[in-house]
Structure formats: structure tokens, C-alpha cells
């Protein structure tokens, strides 16, 4: 079946600008994941999503990072105000609500020039 | 809090040669341990896993042990290939549902 799918594939934005970064879960995936990859940082959480719960935003930055997840699948990163150190590349995966796999997207490479 | 220590690279063997790599943790209670695999170009792909103490995952050649005694969880290949070039990441996860804890990755690069 078809995996997690993430969009754009690659973003280039000037610094100053917003970004919008979109993930499509896995059909019937209930939790929801994004993280950053970055070369100083390696792997990091940003934020989670489970079913109808609050999300756990205890990795996200700073106040330009938000997400939203619309009707329980398609979630959207955003990132105002873009910052040179926000340039990385952003990973969704997502997950059965019981079971410990997560399955990651192929990720959006974001270049803030 | 959690964290998880890999061994950093880059790790550089010829083909069919012996492959650890060693990855510790630091958890409270009982978490799940990971091994996710990234090939150049492409997104992270889970190689194994283990949820409990003195379980054994294995994929493709590739085992890993959960060794709660000595909280470590090492990967290993009895004869790698070229094909096998890839950065490893070592990754636990407190509970179902939770964020997993990633270490910083060792790349593997195997020669023929």
C-alpha cells in the first residue's frame, strides 16, 4: 500500500518568508510525527499527533513552528518567518496507534538562502 | 531523559568483513529499541527492533540484541556487502505512540 508521502520534495526560500510543509499519513495511521534532520542536530522531535489528543509540541523550537492536522490525516508543518538555521531536512512518519513502528516520509528538504 | 549514544563514524569495511556498531541508552522503565537504516537519496527505513529485554531483532543479515544489564543494544552483520552502505541510526521509544529518540548516526560505507 502506499506509504507516507511528504511535499514539496525540496523548498528553497528566501529568509524572512513563511513555509508550509504537508505530510499524507499512511490510511489508518492514527499518530503522527515530525521531525527535523539536520547535519549539527541529527534527528530531532518537533511534534506529535495521536488520534484526537492535544499534540505534544514539546520539541518545536520556537513559537514560528506550528503544525496542524486537518481531520485526522494530512498534517501541515509551518515555519514563519524563516531563519538560515531552519534550513534541514523535515521528516514526518506515522504510526498505528498501539504499535511502536513508525514509517517515514521521504522528507522535504528545506534550503533558506 | 531518555537519550540514546552511538558509536560515530564514518565506519569503513571491505566486503564480507564483520560489522558492530554499538549504540547505548539511558531509559526509565522498559522502552523499545530501534534500528533504522537510510540509503543515499532515500528516507529512513526501519531495519529492526526489540520491545523487550533479551529480545532479538533481525532483518536482512542484520541483528541486534536488547541487553537491559548493560543497556545496549549493537548491531551486527556477520558479512557485509556493498549494497549494505548506509547511515545507521540507533533509536528507542518509551512507550507506544511516543516520539522516538534518535543518536546522531554512524555511516557505513563498505568497499568491494
Known amino acids: 500500500g502506499a506509504g507516507v508521502s511528504q511535499s514539496p520534495s525540496n523548498k528553497v526560500t528566501e529568509k524572512g518568508k513563511d513555509v508550509e510543509l504537508r505530510c499524507d499519513p499512511i490510511s489508518g495511521h492514527t499518530a503522527l510525527y515530525w521531525y527535523r534532520q539536520s547535519l549539527g542536530q541529527g534527528l530531532e522531535f518537533l511534534i506529535y499527533?495521536?488520534?484526537?489528543?492535544?499534540?505534544?509540541k514539546s520539541g518545536l523550537p520556537s513559537d514560528r513552528f506550528s503544525a496542524e492536522r486537518t481531520g485526522g490525516s494530512v498534517s501541515t508543518l509551518t515555519i514563519q518567518r524563516t531563519q538560515q538555521e531552519d534550513s534541514a531536512v523535515y521528516l514526518c512518519a506515522s504510526s498505528l496507534a498501539d504499535y511502536y513502528e513508525q514509517y517515514f516520509g521521504p522528507g522535504t528538504r528545506l534550503t533558506v538562502t | 531523559g531518555n537519550s540514546v549514544t552511538q558509536m560515530e563514524g564514518p565506519v569503513t569495511l571491505s566486503e564480507e568483513a564483520f560489522l558492530t556498531i554499538n549504540c547505548t541508552y539511558t531509559a526509565t522503565g522498559y522502552p523499545s529499541l530501534f534500528w533504522y537504516v537510510q540509503y543515499p537519496g532515500e528516507g529512513l527505513q526501519l531495519l529492526l527492533k526489540?520491545?523487550?529485554?533479551?529480545d532479538k531483532g533481525s532483518n536482512k543479515g542484520f541483528e541486534a540484541t536488547y541487553r537491559k544489564e548493560t543497556t545496549s543494544f549493537h548491531l551486527e552483520k556477520g558479512s557485509v556487502q556493498v549494497s549494505d552502505s548506509a547511515v545507521y541510526f540507533c533509536?528507542?521509544?518509551?512507550?507506544?505512540?511516543?516520539?522516538?529518540?534518535f543518536g546522531k548516526g554512524t555511516t557505513l560505507s563498505v568497499s568491494s
Open positions: 526489540a520491545t523487550k529485554a533479551d
Open positions: 499527533f495521536q488520534g484526537n489528543s492535544a499534540p505534544d
Open positions: 533509536a528507542l521509544s518509551g512507550q507506544a505512540g511516543t516520539a522516538l529518540i
